[in-house]
């Protein structure tokens, strides 16, 4: 059984930063491009960033671009989304996802095969 499981989120002050993480268990870590999205209530979830399986590649929602850097650890099963200058627009549950491919990063929510269970980032003006 696959899971992913998100930690990391919280309450913060706007300016400040948070680190987010993802561990999987119950698939091949390494096969797979792994992803961050988030969702507020009432809109669709939003493709934040992702790295595809060797981390060589990375994408990024460009109004995140220069805040906010996503990386891995292979042998740890993580998937990390690191978030500085964080503003109140960042305020959302932010989710980690895991698709079917491995050698470039899709940016739409339905191309993803694994969720996990969303963990909540709320930013104080």
């Known amino acids: 059984q696959v899971q992913l499981v998100e930690s990391g989120g919280g309450l913060v002050q706007a300016g400040g930063s948070l680190r987010l993480s993802c561990v999987a268990s119950g698939l091949t870590f390494s096969l797979h491009t792994l992803s961050w999205f988030r969702q507020v209530p009432g809109k669709e979830r939003e493709f934040v960033a992702g790295?595809?399986?060797?981390?060589?590649?990375?994408e990024y929602l460009d109004v995140v671009k220069g805040r906010f850097t996503v990386s891995r650890d292979n042998a740890e099963k993580t998937v990390h989304l690191q978030m500085n200058s964080l503003k109140p627009e960042d305020t959302a549950v932010y989710y980690c996802?895991?698709?079917?491919?491995?050698?470039?990063?899709?940016?739409?929510?339905?191309?993803?095969?694994?969720w996990g269970q969303g963990t909540q980032v709320t930013v104080s003006s």
């Open positions: 790295i595809n399986s060797d981390g060589d590649l990375t």
């Open positions: 996802a895991a698709d079917r491919t491995d050698v470039i990063v899709r940016t739409f929510a339905v191309e993803y095969q694994y």
